[in-house]
Antibody
Framework: QVQLVESGGGVVQPGRSLRLSCAGS????????MHWVRQAPGKGLEWVALISYDGSKKYYADPVKGRFTISRDISKNTLFLQMNSLRLEDTAVYFCAKDHDISGNYYYGVDVWGQGTTVTVSS | DIQMTQSPSSVSASEGDRVTITCRASQGISTWLAWYQQKAGKAPKFLIY???SLQRGVPSRFSGSGSGTEFTLSISSLQPEDFATYHC?????????FGGGTKVEIK
């Protein structure tokens, strides 16, 4: 079945870096855009970033622009989120998610989510 | 950026009730809106896309409507498994943005 499994979360000090991974299976990974979405404790969902199916286009939320980098390795069916200069407010559960639309228009939302990986930024 | 506002932030209802949740966009987004259901400690579940299209496998008691700046998610007859938090998301332009969520609680 279609599955996304995140890893790489942990506790990190402010200003340090962390790299999240998300392994996809059960669908043609190379054909879909992929997202990262986060949820701070007790808060709503916040979209973080999108990478197009071929990696040629990347979009970011303003709070992470210039600090986070989304990438993918199609040969390994894996999505990444490199997080640099981490701040206290980056503390959240990070979900990777598959775009619903294979055409690459990104108009239809995300239809498959991973279980999430927890990132805690604390001194 | 497009701001999404959900109301109410929480609603108490009984099994069998009809529940309606509203999502407003700060500017017109046509019908580029998705809805998700999230239970405590779990990942969100995809319910509706393009404002009114039901994702495969989602029960027909869920429905979505609206266009432009005002949208609704309705649950026609609330079931025990429907008690959860519901999120809307505009998918018209980047950055994609979510509403603050609506918690549907047991009365």
């Amino acid at each position: 079945q279609v599955q996304l499994v995140e890893s790489g979360g942990g506790v990190v000090q402010p200003g340090r870096s962390l790299r999240l991974s998300c392994a996809g299976s059960g669908f043609p990974f190379r054909s879909y855009g992929m997202h990262w979405v986060r949820q701070a404790p007790g808060k709503g969902l916040e979209w973080v970033a999108l990478i197009s199916y071929d990696g040629s286009k990347k979009y970011y939320a303003d709070p992470v622009k210039g600090r986070f980098t989304i990438s993918r390795d199609i040969s390994k069916n894996t999505l990444f989120l490199q997080m640099n200069s981490l701040r206290l407010e980056d503390t959240a559960v990070y979900f990777c998610a598959k775009d619903h639309d294979i055409s690459g228009n990104y108009y239809y939302g995300v239809d498959v989510w991973g279980q999430g990986t927890t990132v805690t930024v604390s001194s | 950026d497009i701001q999404m506002t959900q109301s109410p932030s929480s609603v108490s209802a009984s099994e069998g009730d009809r529940v309606t949740i509203t999502c407003r966009a700060s500017q017109g987004i046509s019908t580029w809106l998705a809805w998700y259901q999230q239970k405590a400690g779990k990942a969100p579940k995809f319910l509706i896309y393009a404002a009114s299209s039901l994702q495969r496998g989602v029960p027909s008691r869920f429905s979505g409507s609206g266009s432009g700046t005002e949208f609704t998610l309705s649950i026609s007859s609330l079931q025990p498994e429907d008690f959860a938090t519901y999120h809307c998301q505009q998918t018209k332009s980047f950055p994609l943005t979510f509403g603050g969520g609506t918690k549907v609680e047991i009365k």
